[in-house]
C-alpha cells in the first residue's frame, strides 16, 4: 500500500481540463513544499513533470499545472493531448521512511 | 546527454541473491544523490535506497532493510545495489535515478528482477 493516496484512474477529452489528487499527511504533503509528478508511459522510465509542488523543468508544457493544499497536492493537465495518456506519479518528501520520499499509487490518465 | 544505464537484471530462486548496476554519463555523478527506485507489476513506484554524493550516508526503506546494499563508486561512475535473501515481492523493474532535493530529474530505462521457483 502505497504511503500517498490517488485514484487509479482519470480521464477526459482532447482539449478538456484534468486534474489528479495526490493526498497525503502532515508528515508529507503538509509540511513540505517537495511535492514532485511523474509521467510514465508504458514501459518507459518516469519523467519529471512537476517539482517543487508547481515547478515545471525545462522542456514540460505549461499546459502541466501542479498546486497544493493541506495534505493533498493536485497536477492538473490542460488542453488534454492524446500524447497525455499515461500514467501519473506524485511524490513527496517525507518522514514516514528512512529514504525520505515517498510515493503514490500512481494515476492512470486516459484521454477519450 | 544525461544517461543511466542499470543491468543486473534476471529471474532468481527466493532466498538468492544478485547486483544491480547502473552506469552514468553525460553529468559530474560525484555530486548527486542517487536513488534505486522498483516498481512491482501493475504498481506504483518506491523508492528502496537512496545514497549520498560521497557514499558515507546510506538509507533503506524498512522492508529491504538488511538485505540490500546501496553503494557507489564515483572514480568509475556507478552504481550498485546488491540485494539478498530474495523474496518473492521483491519482483519488480528496477530504476536507478538522481535525487537532488527531494526530486528525480533523471532515469535510467530499468532492470527486471523476477524471484520466482
Known amino acids: 500500500q502505497s504511503a500517498l493516496t490517488q485514484p487509479p484512474s482519470a480521464s477526459g477529452s482532447p482539449g478538456q481540463s484534468v486534474t489528479i489528487s495526490c493526498t497525503g499527511t502532515?508528515?508529507?504533503?503538509?509540511?513540505?513544499?517537495?511535492v514532485s509528478w511523474y509521467q510514465q508511459r508504458p514501459g518507459k522510465a518516469p519523467k519529471l513533470m512537476i517539482y517543487?509542488?508547481?515547478k515545471r523543468p525545462s522542456g514540460v508544457p505549461d499546459r502541466f499545472s501542479g498546486s497544493k493544499s493541506g495534505n493533498t497536492a493536485s497536477l492538473t493537465v490542460s488542453g488534454l493531448q492524446a500524447e497525455d495518456e499515461a500514467d501519473y506519479h506524485c511524490?513527496?518528501?517525507?518522514?514516514?521512511?528512512?529514504?525520505?520520499?515517498?510515493f503514490g499509487g500512481g494515476t492512470k490518465l486516459t484521454v477519450l | 546527454e544525461v544517461q543511466l544505464v542499470e543491468s543486473g537484471g534476471t529471474l532468481v530462486q527466493p532466498g538468492g541473491s544478485l547486483r544491480f548496476s547502473c552506469a552514468a554519463s553525460?553529468?559530474?555523478?560525484?555530486?548527486?544523490?542517487m536513488v534505486w527506485v522498483r516498481q512491482a507489476p501493475g504498481k506504483g513506484l518506491e523508492c528502496v535506497a537512496s545514497?549520498?554524493?560521497?557514499?558515507?550516508?546510506?538509507f533503506y526503506v524498512e522492508s529491504v532493510k538488511g538485505r540490500f546494499t546501496i553503494s557507489r563508486d564515483n572514480a568509475k561512475n556507478l552504481l550498485y545495489l546488491q540485494v539478498n535473501s530474495l523474496r518473492a515481492d521483491d519482483t519488480a523493474a528496477y530504476y536507478c535515478?538522481?535525487?537532488?532535493?527531494?526530486?528525480?530529474?533523471?532515469w535510467g530505462q530499468g532492470t527486471l528482477l523476477t524471484v520466482s521457483s
Open positions: 535515478a538522481t535525487a537532488e532535493w527531494f526530486k528525480s530529474d533523471y
Open positions: 517543487e509542488v508547481s
Open positions: 511524490s513527496s518528501r517525507a518522514d514516514s521512511n528512512n529514504v525520505g520520499v515517498a
Open positions: 545514497i549520498n554524493p560521497d557514499g558515507s550516508e546510506t
Open positions: 553525460g553529468f559530474t555523478f560525484k555530486n548527486f544523490w
Open positions: 502532515s508528515s508529507d504533503i503538509g509540511s513540505y513544499k517537495y
